[in-house]
């Protein structure tokens, strides 16, 4: 049985650092893609950056020079490193595959941004 567990959020004031990662059982993270997705209050759940299986990487417009995504293979564990936050990121984090997200959701990770 696959398990994501995502971990690392918090409450933390603009243009703050946090680092999210995503801990997986069940399966191995670099025989695919992964990717890490957010859902504000209201919103539809978004890509926010993915990973490929050959570590190529990739973000969405709205992140891209702030966040970054990185593997640890013999942790089989995705991060994302998190800088100059804004109040528009917050939202529940969650990591699952990529393209097509296959396995079931976790509980996520709530990053609040704050002052």
């Known amino acids: 049985q696959v398990q994501l567990v995502e971990s690392g959020g918090d409450l933390v004031q603009p243009g703050g650092s946090l680092k999210l990662s995503c801990a997986a059982s069940?399966?191995?993270?670099?025989?695919?893609?992964t990717g890490w997705y957010r859902q504000a209050p209201g919103k539809q759940r978004e890509l926010v950056a993915a990973?490929?299986?050959?570590?190529?990487?990739n973000y969405a417009d709205t992140v891209k020079n702030r966040f970054t995504i990185s593997r640890d293979n013999a942790k089989n564990t995705v991060y994302l490193q998190m800088n100059n936050l804004r109040p528009e990121d917050t939202a529940i984090y969650y990591c699952?595959?990529?393209?097509?997200?296959?396995?079931?959701w976790g509980q996520g990770t709530q990053v609040t941004v704050s002052s």
């Open positions: 990973i490929s299986r050959t570590s190529r990487t």
């Open positions: 699952n595959t990529y393209p097509v997200p296959v396995h079931n």
């Open positions: 069940g399966t191995i993270l670099s025989s695919s893609g």
